[in-house]
T-cell receptor, first 119, second 113 residues
Framework: EAQVTQNPRYLITVTGKKLTVTCSQN?????MSWYRQDPGLGLRQIYY???????DKGDVPEGYKVSRKEKRNFPLILESPSPNQTSLYFC??????????????????FGEGSRLTVL | DAKTTQPNSMESNEEEPVHLPCNHS???????IHWYRQLPSQGPEYVIH???SNVNNRMASLAIAEDRKSSTLILHRATLRDAAVYYC??????????????FGSGTRLLVRP
């Protein structure tokens, strides 16, 4: 089954304790992205990656790091979490719009979300 | 970056058509218009997208204004399962072929039985 898998789904941590939220997709997608969702603010992009070893900042990258060493994985790293990073996080993936396939709608496939609380 | 504007909420009766509007007056010529929806406690899911022409799929129809400054997502017969937050999104493309998706705040659709 085609899917985007995030772990953990729920996490409560304390300020300053490094954590990583993993994201894995099994659709051979080039493009992957992280979003955070906060009440009243909708979905905001944190980082995105066009392909392996290619990452770029989204709209709210401060306090986050990412890496793309393999095509299927795109972990989100919080080196020193703070309470303002308490949020619902979504990972997403899609084919690159440059893939040329007629069936490529550029559809983003989202994971089920990771709810993070930083105390 | 081009932004979208949607009403905060809309209501509909079950089995009636629903028209969800979206304004994107600063859209550029290469921006695709995408719609996603987010059911409670789930990640967003793709609904439909278009560039200039109206589009139909099994889930919905997308009507795009001639000047592309607005669009409307049409659910032909709303069901209770369609109650969700609907996002109108512009997919911008940059010169290096990278792109980003800009989510607005979405429209919360309530469906009355």
């Amino acid at each position: 089954e085609a899917q985007v898998t995030q772990n953990p789904r729920y996490l409560i941590t304390v300020t300053g304790k490094k954590l990583t939220v993993t994201c894995s997709q099994n659709m051979n997608h080039e493009y992957m992205s992280w979003y955070r969702q906060d009440p009243g603010l909708g979905l905001r992009q944190i980082y995105y990656s066009m392909n392996v070893e290619v990452t770029d900042k989204g709209d709210v990258p401060e306090g986050y790091k990412v890496s793309r060493k393999e095509k299927r994985n795109f972990p989100l790293i919080l080196e020193s979490p703070s309470p303002n990073q308490t949020s619902l996080y979504f990972c997403a993936s899609s084919l690159s719009i440059g893939s040329g396939a007629r069936s490529n709608t550029g559809e983003l496939f989202f994971g089920e979300g990771s709810r993070l609380t930083v105390l | 970056d081009a932004k979208t504007t949607q009403p905060n909420s809309m209501e509909s009766n079950e089995e009636e058509p629903v028209h969800l509007p979206c304004n994107h007056s600063t859209i550029s010529g290469t921006d695709y218009i995408h719609w996603y929806r987010q059911l409670p406690s789930q990640g967003p899911e793709y609904v439909i997208h278009g560039l200039t022409s109206n589009v139909n799929n099994r889930m919905a129809s997308l009507a795009i204004a001639e000047d592309r400054k607005s669009s409307t997502l049409i659910l032909h017969r709303a069901t209770l399962r369609d109650a969700a937050v609907y996002y109108c999104i512009l997919r911008g493309v940059y010169s290096d072929s990278s792109y980003k998706l800009i989510f607005g705040s979405g429209t919360r659709l309530l469906v009355r039985p």
